[in-house]
């Protein structure tokens, strides 16, 4: 099948959408990238977006109104993305068989606990199938939170598929592969070797870009988005003391299963930080630069308290990726035996990675194949993703699906 996978992550830099040639069991699906692109959001529809996010950790600052227009006004973004990724590849819409549309995340919803009871993803899958014509599936993330789960990390069910390390990973024995998104917000999947009979663990790490890119926005009075190639960093010093003080935060210490967001790594948070750093006399540049050594020594932590074996590879994706001051960070922090590498070394996009795992999470509920992986987002039970919005190739769609056996972990 040949479906298009539409992601929107929480740094809301663009549309990330790619199109993939899907086929096999789903035990054991074969995916091939035909074309991939970013569409950057509108300037307009950026800023609606991080109004959306609100500037509360207890609310969101937008009115019913405004949620429910924004709600067709993406819709209608994610389906000119998904026209143009077409267009771009000298295909046809007809020729596209599925659209799996992650949304524009906009509220996740955790207690006091680290339970999660609500999740919200906007940009509605009617008003995609409609403009596109493709049978369109999102909303992905509430079955797996109704089931007891934290409706999140759900690219763990593209890993645990399609990245599952092979034996003697790296000359480790029983090495296992973490594999690491660094966007707004961090998570990791850790996959065991395919002679080790263990199930996959993930988690959201914390931190990604999201406070690093507040900072550099404003310190740069909105003349950056983020800090290219880690320049502010780099100009800057790491102050430990606060880096230590933020490392308290008891969602770092948090058992899993566990995920955050921009709730929690609010710009409210950030604000807070920022004023600690200013009564200390740190620059922008030193700020920027903790901020950096907190999202490395974050994720080397979460390795540490949570791995179930020795990493014997680091696979890293994400905008994180290409910071190297960030990246270097990271290196620091973890044991000589750990390979850092990218997904490009292992055949895949690093850019498209994301929109591939809702592609194929796509790919899954048309079959009424199960998508979530209890082990790594803590749901009771396996769960059936998405939404199904059926559009003008329903009928023939229909006649090609086939149920297959559920993912067993």
């Known amino acids: 099948m040949k479906i298009i996978g539409l992601m929107s992550g929480t740094s809301a830099d663009g549309i990330d959408a790619v199109i993939a040639e899907i086929d096999g069991p789903p035990q054991a699906p074969t995916v091939q990238q035909l074309a991939f692109e970013t569409i950057p959001w509108p300037a307009a529809e950026r800023s609606l977006i991080f109004h959306l996010f609100g500037h509360s950790d207890a609310q969101i600052s937008a009115t019913p109104a405004e949620l429910c227009r924004a709600n067709f006004i993406l819709a209608e973004r994610f389906a000119h993305a998904a026209l143009m990724a077409v267009q771009h590849a000298g295909l046809q819409p007809q020729d596209i068989d599925l659209i799996g549309s992650h949304g524009q995340t906009i509220w996740h919803d955790v207690d006091a606990h680290g339970r999660v009871t609500s999740t919200l993803q906007i940009g509605d899958p009617s008003v995609i199938a409609v403009r596109t014509g493709i049978t369109t599936v999102a909303n992905f993330r509430t079955a797996d939170v109704?089931?007891?789960?934290?409706?999140?990390?759900?690219?763990?069910?593209?890993?645990?598929?399609?990245?599952?390390?092979?034996?003697?990973?790296?000359?480790?024995a029983g090495g296992w592969r973490a594999v690491q998104n660094i966007g707004g917000i961090g998570n990791v999947t850790f996959l065991p070797p395919t002679n080790l009979d263990h199930p996959p663990v993930a988690l959201d790490t914390g931190p990604g870009n999201a406070l690093i890119d507040w900072a550099v926005t404003t310190a740069t009075d909105g003349r950056l988005a983020y800090d290219q190639d880690g320049q502010m960093a780099a100009a800057g010093r790491v102050h430990h003391g606060l880096l230590e003080e933020w490392l308290t935060l008891p969602y770092f210490e948090q058992p899993l299963p566990k995920t955050t967001g921009r709730e929690l790594f609010s710009t409210t948070l950030a604000q807070q930080w920022r004023q600690q750093a200013n009564q200390l006399g740190l620059t922008n540049a030193d700020f920027v630069a903790t901020l950096t050594q907190l999202t490395a020594v974050s994720i080397a932590d979460a390795y540490v308290r949570y791995a179930p074996g020795p990493i014997a590879q680091l696979v890293v994706g994400g905008g994180g990726a290409a910071n190297p001051f960030l990246m270097a960070a990271l290196r620091a922090q973890l044991p000589a035996q750990t390979a850092v590498c990218t997904h490009a070394e292992l055949g895949l996009d690093d850019d498209a990675k994301e929109a591939l795992a809702f592609a194929l999470l796509a790919y899954l509920t048309i079959q009424g194949v199960p998508g979530n992986v209890p082990t790594c987002t803590g749901a009771a039970s396996l769960a059936i993703l998405g939404q199904i919005a059926p559009g003008r190739n329903w009928p023939p769609l229909k006649t090609e699906i086939s149920v297959l056996t559920p993912i067993k972990t």
């Open 146 to 172: 109704a089931a007891g789960g934290q409706g999140a990390p759900l690219t763990s069910t593209f890993d645990w598929l399609v990245l599952r390390p092979p034996p003697n990973l790296n000359g480790v």
